[in-house]
């Protein structure tokens, strides 16, 4: 599959992810309107967090990673969505759990985007199966 095409590929399944988190967990909230590049730009934004952030922050958390069975994956995947919601708000994309950015930040925001952290993973995982977007060992299936 070509490169653009590739990407654009992931962009969409991240998009399709965020949307099933909108909505099947209370409190994540997405207002783009009709404005669906606001979609696609917080869709990239996740992208981006996931192909440069994560990895380095799962290698620093590698050793008590082995320590608490993989426990802290769902820490690191719930920081991810954080950072994703804070940098929707510094952009006014739209993107909000519980309102935060904008409302306090408290406990229900970060068990709101644990949540979120698990509808987006399994959705992205299904359709990346289905379209030929996972690799394991550097082949894809």
């Given at each position: 599959m070509p490169l653009m095409l590739d990407v654009l590929v992931k962009i969409a399944i991240n998009a399709v992810a965020l949307l099933?988190?909108?909505?099947?967990?209370?409190?994540?909230?997405?207002?783009?309107?009709?404005?669906?590049?606001?979609l696609a730009l917080v869709a990239l934004l996740l992208g981006?967090?996931?192909?440069?952030?994560?990895?380095i922050v799962r290698l620093l958390a590698l050793p008590i990673n082995l320590l608490t069975m993989g426990l802290v994956g769902l820490a690191i995947?719930?920081?991810m969505v954080l950072l994703l919601a804070f940098a929707?708000?510094?952009l006014r994309?739209?993107?909000?759990i519980r309102?935060?950015?904008?409302?306090?930040f408290s406990l229900e925001v970060v068990w709101t985007a644990f949540l979120a952290?698990?509808?987006?993973?399994?959705v992205a995982?299904?359709?990346?199966?289905?379209?030929?977007?996972?690799?394991?060992?550097?082949v894809r299936i």
């Open positions: 099933a988190a909108v909505e099947l967990v209370p409190g994540i909230s997405f207002d783009f309107g009709s404005e669906w590049w606001k981006v967090i996931n192909t440069y952030l994560r990895p995947n719930t920081g929707s708000g510094q994309l739209g993107f909000t309102g935060w950015p904008v409302a306090p952290s698990i509808v987006i993973s399994v995982l299904v359709l990346s199966l289905a379209f030929g977007q996972k690799r394991i060992l550097g």
